[in-house]
């Protein structure tokens, strides 16, 4: 079964903090991706990765980053919080053998006061 | 541009009521599409595909391209199948996802 987990279910910052969320799956997958989840707007990609060291720009990136130094491993870093990126975070990951399948995480729901 | 639209927010229906949940897309090509599914305190997860043309807990769903629509259709509605409900599309060759907006999907007892 695959599973994909993030480092936390909650977290509360504050404006202009730098923010790290954590996603590791365990299924040896090639792509990974970060989504924010917004009411009435769905989900937005913000970035992905093919491959290790590898990272690709989403539909919204501006104000993250991310970074992929071990395969099982894929960190999506607010440089400085701002208040418009209080969201659920979700990770996923799928294997190029069946890239349309993505496995969730269970999201990460960050509020920035 | 390539774009998914769920024109509904929510959709509420009676056990047993038939349910159609709406998608239509945009995209210039021969488009993969699928449907995925968060339940209450779950996480998100593929429900079916176009490809597989399979009914998954009773649900189906037929891609029209003279419409660019993809509805998610079930017969009789069933409490269980309260979620919230994507359609998503994937362009060709890229593993990327571009989900809609989403459908709340209510059946009431």
């Known amino acids: 079964d695959v599973k994909v987990t993030q480092s936390s279910r909650y977290l509360v910052k504050r404006t202009g903090e730098k923010v790290f969320l954590e996603c590791v799956q365990d299924?040896?997958?090639?792509?990974m991706f970060w989504y924010r989840q917004d009411p009435g707007l769905g989900l937005r990609l913000i970035y992905f990765s093919y491959d290790v060291k590898m990272k690709e720009k989403g539909d919204i990136p501006e104000g993250y980053s991310v970074s992929r130094e071990k395969k099982e491993r894929f960190s999506l870093i607010l440089e400085s919080a701002s208040t418009n990126q209080t969201s659920m975070y979700l990770c996923?990951?799928?294997?190029?053998?069946?890239?349309?399948?993505?496995?969730f995480g269970p999201g990460t729901r960050l509020t920035v006061t | 541009a390539q774009r998914v639209t769920q024109p509904e927010k929510l959709l509420s229906v009676f056990k047993g009521a038939p349910v159609e949940l709406k998608c239509n897309y945009s995209?210039?090509?021969?488009?993969?599409l699928f449907w995925y599914v968060q339940y209450s305190r779950q996480r998100l997860q593929l429900l079916l595909r176009h490809i597989s043309r399979e009914s998954i807990k009773g649900f189906t769903a037929d891609l029209n391209k003279g419409e660019t629509s993809f509805h998610l259709k079930k017969p009789f509605a069933q409490e269980e199948d309260s979620a919230m409900y994507y359609c998503a599309l994937s362009p060709r060759a890229t593993g990327k996802l571009i989900f809609g907006q989403g459908t709340t999907l209510q059946v009431k007892p």
């Open positions: 299924m040896d997958h090639e792509n």
């Open positions: 995209y210039s090509g021969s488009p993969e």
């Open positions: 996923a990951s799928s294997s190029p053998l069946d890239t349309y399948e993505q496995y």
